[in-house]
Nanobody, 112 residues
C-alpha cells in the first residue's frame, strides 16, 4: 500500500510564493513518476507538472517559468515551488505517484 501526504498549502497574495511537499510511503518502485495536479473550484482536475525518478521534468504551459518541481529520492518526497502566484492558481493541489496513487490534496488560495 502506498500513501501520499501533501503539505504546504495556504493563503498567499498575488505575486507571492508557496512550496508544496508530498511524502510517499509504502512499497514504492525506484523507477517512477511523481507529479502534481490541481482542481480549481467548479473545474476538472488538470495536470500541473511531473518529474521522473531520473530527474526529467515536465510542466503545463500555464505554470512554465513560475513553478519548479523537484524531488528527493532518498526521502520519496516531491516538491512544487510556486512563484509569481496568480488568483487563477487557486485550487486544491494533489500529489500523484504514477497517476495510480493520489494524496488527499492541499488547498492553495491566491487572493489579496
Amino acid at each position: 500500500q502506498v500513501q501520499l501526504v501533501e503539505s504546504g498549502g495556504g493563503l498567499v497574495q498575488p505575486g507571492g510564493s508557496l512550496r508544496l511537499s508530498c511524502a510517499a510511503s509504502g512499497s514504492i518502485s525506484s523507477i517512477n513518476i511523481m507529479g502534481w495536479y490541481r482542481q480549481a473550484p467548479g473545474k476538472g482536475r488538470e495536470w500541473v507538472a511531473d518529474i521522473t525518478s531520473g530527474g526529467t521534468t515536465n510542466y503545463a504551459d500555464s505554470v512554465k517559468g513560475r513553478f519548479t518541481v523537484s524531488r528527493d529520492n532518498a526521502k520519496n518526497t516531491v516538491y512544487l515551488q510556486m512563484n509569481s502566484l496568480k488568483p487563477e492558481d487557486t485550487a486544491v493541489y494533489y500529489c500523484t505517484l504514477n497517476t495510480r496513487y493520489w494524496g488527499k490534496g492541499t488547498l492553495v488560495t491566491v487572493s489579496s
